[in-house]
């Protein structure tokens, strides 16, 4: 069975295609993205949203969040989507050129479907023959095709210049409020310290303040016992939540499960 793969054509832009049943990850994203589905589904989950992407819809996705994805591929078999990485640095570039900038953090949505957009849809058309020929999509064209996004985005939605050119970085968040809404993600520590605008050494001394151990111990205890309620309260079955849950394989999941519990999640759906 074929993986899922993604071509990178440069710094800003990603090609993806899967030919396998759906797969699932947990990312953090550090830059905007502008997404394209082509073929199949992309569901997107944020701790605030949740998002799929069909074939011929376009998406802006905010930074600073962290984002579960599960890519769909047709009954064929077929999934495809390109994606823009929006750079900061070319964001910044852009908007010294243009004298732009914004007098606030950006407060509004995270996820934004953008309307059908005949200039959006030629201007992805426009990149279809480099998936063929990707060497042609090299720097500095690839940069020229990003800065071109910005200028359509721009002409068809204005108000997205907060959006864009938001160049704030995460500031120091209520730690407490933060792991709960977003627990589930399966990222490394250092990312949930990224985004809670700390040091890795300070999220740690902070988080075992708030919750009297350490970062690894307490994810995984939040992690089994919501596995325990859906499995209890919600009928689930084990095979469909561990990954919802931030566990890298099911096995790992059941034996976690066992030594908290005295026993297995099979034992626990088979007796509730």
Same mark, same amino acid.
Do not use: C
């Given at each position: 069975?074929?993986?899922?793969?993604?071509?990178?054509?440069?710094?800003?832009?990603?090609?993806?295609?899967?030919?396998?049943?759906?797969?699932?990850?947990?990312?953090?994203?550090?830059?905007?993205?502008?997404?394209?589905?082509?073929?199949?589904?992309?569901?997107?989950?944020?701790?605030?949203?949740?998002?799929?992407?069909?074939?011929?819809?376009?998406?802006?996705?905010?930074?600073?969040?962290?984002?579960?994805?599960?890519?769909?591929? @047709? +009954?064929? %078999?077929?999934?495809?989507?390109?994606?823009?990485?929006? *750079?900061?640095?070319?964001?910044?570039?852009?908007? #010294? $050129?243009?004298?732009?900038?914004?007098?606030?953090?950006?407060?509004?949505?995270?996820?934004?479907?953008?309307?059908?957009?005949?200039?959006?849809?030629?201007?992805?058309?426009?990149?279809?023959?480099?998936?063929?020929?990707?060497?042609?999509?090299?720097?500095?064209?690839?940069?020229?095709?990003?800065?071109?996004?910005?200028?359509?985005?721009?002409?068809?939605?204005?108000?997205?210049?907060?959006?864009?050119?938001?160049?704030?970085?995460?500031?120091?968040?209520?730690?407490?409020?933060?792991?709960?809404?977003?627990?589930?993600?399966?990222?490394?520590?250092?990312?949930?310290?990224?985004?809670?605008?700390?040091?890795?050494?300070?999220?740690?001394?902070?988080?075992? @303040? +708030?919750? %009297?151990?350490?970062?690894?111990?307490?994810?995984?205890? *939040?992690?089994?016992?919501?596995?325990?309620?859906? #499995? $209890?309260?919600?009928?689930?079955?084990?095979?469909?939540?561990?990954?919802?849950?931030?566990?890298?394989?099911?096995?790992?999941?059941?034996?976690?499960?066992?030594?908290?519990?005295?026993?297995?999640?099979?034992?626990?759906?088979?007796?509730?």
């Amino acid at each position: 069975m074929k993986k899922h793969t993604e071509n990178l054509f440069s710094e800003s832009i990603v090609y993806s295609l899967a030919t396998a049943k759906a797969t699932e990850y947990d990312n953090l994203l550090l830059e905007s993205v502008l997404l394209m589905q082509l073929s199949g589904e992309m569901t997107f989950e944020t701790s605030g949203d949740r998002i799929t992407a069909r074939p011929g819809e376009v998406y802006l996705v905010r930074k600073h969040q962290f984002v579960k994805t599960t890519k769909t591929p @047709k +009954s064929n %078999g077929q999934y495809n989507a390109l994606m823009f990485i929006l *750079k900061e640095e070319i964001l910044r570039e852009y908007a #010294l $050129e243009k004298q732009l900038g914004t007098s606030a953090n950006y407060q509004g949505r995270k996820s934004i479907r953008l309307a059908e957009n005949a200039y959006l849809k030629g201007f992805f058309d426009s990149l279809l023959p480099h998936v063929q020929h990707p060497k042609t999509l090299a720097d500095p064209l690839s940069i020229l095709k990003v800065r071109e996004a910005i200028e359509l985005l721009l002409l068809g939605k204005p108000e997205l210049k907060a959006f864009l050119f938001d160049f704030s970085v995460p500031h120091k968040i209520d730690l407490e409020k933060f792991m709960l809404a977003n627990f589930r993600f399966n990222v490394p520590i250092d990312k949930f310290a990224k985004l809670t605008g700390r040091s890795l050494a300070g999220f740690k001394r902070d988080f075992s @303040k +708030s919750f %009297g151990m350490s970062p690894r111990r307490w994810l995984q205890q *939040k992690r089994l016992t919501a596995a325990h309620d859906e #499995l $209890e309260k919600r009928n689930k079955k084990p095979s469909s939540i561990y990954l919802e849950l931030g566990f890298e394989s099911l096995s790992h999941f059941s034996y976690a499960f066992k030594k908290q519990f005295g026993y297995s999640p099979t034992e626990l759906t088979r007796f509730s």
